[in-house]
Structures are given as structure tokens and as C-alpha cells.
């Protein structure tokens, strides 16, 4: 069963406009979630993480996301795109909770982020 | 620190060679796992260790072996390299489970198999 969808592979913004990327879950616990960042020809690195926590959380670049248990989400946005922004997105998800170890997290297929100028 | 390095950055093999990707890190992470990433397919998991001597499959393990004889070092094993193994090979660690805690990546192995 699948545990994380990441709605649409590519999302094309204009620069300096609202970012909006959509991660939507499974997990029969309180999750753990993740988005993950890969710029071009990089490894992934950690935008943000939710455990159980804020229901907001803040990540680096100016990233948040909202984890909203009632609809299974946790969507990451920008209010205002930039250029450097053009990476691969990953959300994350350990759908059981703690102590799923590396086999209990599963990514998304990953969302490409296309900023237009 | 250097953080997770990985070696080679590209390689091409001819089916049925072997090598090995070398994945070291300086952080003393106990958590290191190998994971495949394909088009379309995101990230998958293909071998973890939680501590040294300590290795266990995830879910793509076949065709690929690992050993873990210190914290430091996670080699990947190709044994006989074939065509679906083409792909980019990413190393991560991190200091707990990774189910919880922040993973580093490497930068990747760009692996193709003619």
C-alpha cells in the first residue's frame, strides 16, 4: 500500500510567486514527515521535519509546511518563489510512527519545481 | 567534517563486472543505508545497517550485498552488474532511526550498465 503521493511531478511557478507543492499520506499512527530537497546533480538535504509536534513547521529557505491530520496532508509552500528555488522535491513519510527504522520511512516519487522568469 | 562522501561520482560497467561503491562518513552515525533513485520512481531503499557488523535488506536488496565492519564505512557490492541496475546510488547516515531523525545524503553514483 502506497504511503505517500506527491500530487503532479512537475510544478511550474513565476518567479516571486506562491510555491505550492502537495504531499498526501497513509499511516494508521502518528506520522513523521519529511520533505527533502535535491538541487541538480546533489544529494538529498532536510527542508523541514514534523514529529508530532507544531503543526506548523518552518524550514530554511523560507519553506513551511502544515501537517493536517483531518485531510492527510502535508504540502510545502513559499510565499514568494525564487529562481534558486528550481530543485527536486521529496516528501517523506514514516507511516508508523517512531522506531520504523530506515525500512519504516517511505519517499514520493518526487515533484520537479520549475521556476519561470 | 566532510559530512557523507561517496565514490566513484560515475562509473560504467559492462553486464556481469562487479565493483563496489564506496560510501564513508565522519559524523559517527550509527544509521547508514543505500538507497536507489530512478526516474519517476523517487528514492528506494536497497540495504541499511544500524550499527556496525549490523546490516539488514530493504526494499530492492536483490543483486546488491553490504557489510558494515566499522562506523565509518558502508560499501555497496555489485556482484554480477546487469542492465536494471542502472541508476544513481545515494548513501545517507544519520545519528538515530531514520524513521525519526534528519538523514545526510552523498552526492551520488551515477552507475550505467551497458
Known amino acids: 500500500a502506497q504511503s505517500v503521493t506527491q500530487l503532479g511531478s512537475h510544478v511550474s511557478v513565476s518567479e516571486g510567486a506562491l510555491v505550492l507543492l502537495r504531499c498526501n499520506y497513509s499511516?494508521?499512527?502518528?506520522?513523521?514527515l519529511f520533505w527533502y530537497v535535491q538541487y541538480p546533480n546533489q544529494g538529498l538535504q532536510l527542508l523541514l521535519k514534523y514529529t508530532s509536534a507544531a503543526t506548523l513547521v518552518k524550514g530554511i529557505n523560507g519553506f513551511e509546511a502544515e501537517f493536517k491530520k483531518s485531510e492527510t496532508s502535508f504540502h510545502l509552500t513559499k510565499p514568494s518563489a525564487h529562481m534558486s528555488d528550481a530543485a527536486e522535491y521529496f516528501c517523506a513519510v514514516s507511516p508508523f510512527g517512531a522506531g520504523g527504522g530506515a525500512d519504516g520511512l517511505t519517499f514520493g516519487k518526487g515533484t520537479h519545481l520549475i521556476i519561470q522568469p | 567534517n566532510a559530512g557523507v562522501t561517496q565514490t566513484p561520482k560515475f562509473q560504467v560497467l559492462k553486464t556481469g563486472q562487479s565493483m563496489t561503491l564506496q560510501c564513508a562518513q565522519d559524523?559517527?552515525?550509527?544509521?547508514m543505508s543505500w538507497y536507489r533513485q530512478d526516474p519517476g520512481m523517487g528514492l528506494r531503499l536497497i540495504h541499511y545497517?544500524?550499527?556496525?557488523?549490523?546490516?539488514d535488506q530493504g526494499e530492492v536488496p536483490n543483486g546488491y550485498n553490504v557489510s558494515r565492519s566499522t562506523t565509518e564505512d558502508f560499501p555497496l557490492r555489485l556482484l554480477s552488474a546487469a542492465p536494471s541496475q542502472t541508476s544513481v546510488y545515494f548513501c545517507a547516515s544519520s545519528y538515530s532511526d531514520p524513521s525519526t531523525d534528519t538523514q545526510y545524503f552523498g552526492p551520488g553514483t551515477r552507475l550505467t550498465v551497458l
Open positions: 545497517s544500524v550499527g556496525a557488523g549490523i546490516t
Open positions: 499511516s494508521s499512527v502518528p506520522p513523521y
Open positions: 559524523m559517527n552515525h550509527e544509521y
